[in-house]
């Protein structure tokens, strides 16, 4: 009995960059946007998000490592993984446990004194209201 071979498909961004890959025996219907990059058996084929592309499709910043240049998969330079990194969008910073402190003293101080003012308004109300229905 012969063994069935797997199809392996990727999909690119706009600058050529493998972004999916999709294996196995039976594969999406649609298929208009994806390019057929090979076909065999085992683990490489059936599963190729994790085996076909060596180190994975992306690196540890999710920066695809991998670009279809004339229908085959290569490795992209160094030099273009780093401009993508580049391109990234900075980070926000995170605060530091002096900044956290020093945020929550003033919410804390903002709550009391809201607290406050709530009170007196309270007692404004209720001192009208006294007046008011005293006549």
């Known amino acids: ?3 069935p071979k797997s199809k392996v498909y990727v999909k690119t961004d706009e600058n050529s960059r493998i972004i999916r890959c999709e294996g196995g025996y ?6 208009e946007d994806w390019t057929y990059i090979g ?3 085992g683990d490489k084929y059936n599963l190729c998000q994790s085996h076909y ?3 994975g499709l992306y690196d540890v910043d999710g920066i695809p490592r991998y670009k279809l240049m004339d229908g085959v998969p290569i490795l992209r330079s160094d030099a273009e ?6 391109a990234l ?9 002096k900044e ?5 003293k ?7 004194a809201n607290v406050d003012r709530q009170e007196f308004l309270e007692d404004c109300i209720a001192e009208m209201a006294s007046q008011v229905y005293s006549v």
């Open 1 to 3: 009995m012969e063994i």
């Open 26 to 31: 039976t594969t999406s219907e649609n298929l």
């Open 39 to 41: 076909e065999g058996t």
């Open 53 to 55: 592309f060596n180190g």
């Open 81 to 86: 993984i780093e401009a993508d990194r580049t």
């Open 89 to 97: 969008p900075a980070s926000e910073a995170i605060p530091s446990v």
């Open 100 to 104: 956290l402190a020093e945020e929550n």
């Open 106 to 112: 003033r919410l804390k101080a903002q709550i009391a």
